[in-house]
T-cell receptor, first 114, second 116 residues
Framework: AQSVSQHNHHVILSEAASLELGCNYSYGGTVNLFWYVQYPGQHLQLLLKYFSGDPLVKGIKGFEAEFIKSKFSFNLRKPSVQWSDTAEYFCAVIPTDSWGKLQFGSGTQVVVTP | GAVVSQHPSWVICKSGTSVKIECRSLDFQATTMFWYRQFPKQSLMLMATSNEGSKATYEQGVEKDKFLINHASLTLSTLTVTSAHPEDSSFYIC????????????FGPGTRLTVL
């Protein structure tokens, strides 16, 4: 079945460490790709998105993601995390034939310790 | 930026009653709104797609008679959970896509439903 996979369910790291969250999808054809963040008690916020063009996308709060078409991947990175980055991170995909429906990955809980 | 609101933010109701949740796009017109359900520690699961002026389309396994969706205007969609039961307790989130047609959805803050 077509899906979006996030390989890490929980990540714990210290402040100033680098973060990379994996995301792979299994849809063929053109896709739109997103990373959302959900801080504790808050609603989903868009970190960054990829529609076309430069496969290295820069988002808010120092996050970036790289689309590698050959690997069907859209991994999220941040060189140096802060305690305030503690949150749940969701990768999401809109396949071209899905009428704009977002397909979410299972999410990765990131805990940054001081 | 695009803002989506939901009301109420939380609701507690008795089993057997119906609950209505509103989703509003505050500063843009949304031809399409989506309703999601999120269980604790899990991802968002799409329940239905709501298009202004037409019937909602439901995902497989979602009971359309139990989760009534109305998208009466370009800024308002409602989800009514009819004859709610404890297993309907969940976090319900809506999102809205603006008329530009770009595939970006803006999410509401969610509604926590607890059915006793």
């Amino acid at each position: 079945a077509q899906s979006v996979s996030q390989h890490n369910h929980h990540v714990i790291l210290s402040e100033a460490a680098s973060l990379e969250l994996g995301c792979n999808y299994s849809y063929g054809g053109t896709v739109n790709l997103f990373w959302y963040v959900q801080y504790p008690g808050q609603h989903l916020q868009l970190l960054l998105k990829y529609f076309s063009g430069d496969p290295l996308v820069k988002g808010i709060k120092g996050f970036e993601a790289e689309f590698i078409k050959s690997k069907f991947s859209f991994n999220l990175r941040k060189p140096s995390v802060q305690w305030s980055d503690t949150a749940e991170y969701f990768c999401a995909v809109i396949p071209t034939d899905s009428w704009g429906k977002l397909q979410f990955g299972s999410g990765t809980q990131v805990v940054v310790t001081p | 930026g695009a803002v989506v609101s939901q009301h109420p933010s939380w609701v507690i109701c008795k089993s057997g009653t119906s609950v209505k949740i509103e989703c509003r796009s505050l500063d843009f017109q949304a031809t399409t709104m989506f309703w999601y359900r999120q269980f604790p520690k899990q991802s968002l699961m799409l329940m239905a797609t709501s298009n202004e002026g037409s019937k909602a389309t439901y995902e497989q396994g979602v009971e359309k008679d139990k989760f009534l969706i109305n998208h009466a205007s370009l800024t308002l969609s409602t989800l009514t959970v009819t004859s709610a039961h404890p297993e309907d307790s969940s976090f319900y989130i809506c999102s809205a896509r603006d008329r530009s047609g770009y595939n970006e959805q803006f999410f509401g803050p969610g509604t926590r439903l607890t059915v006793l």
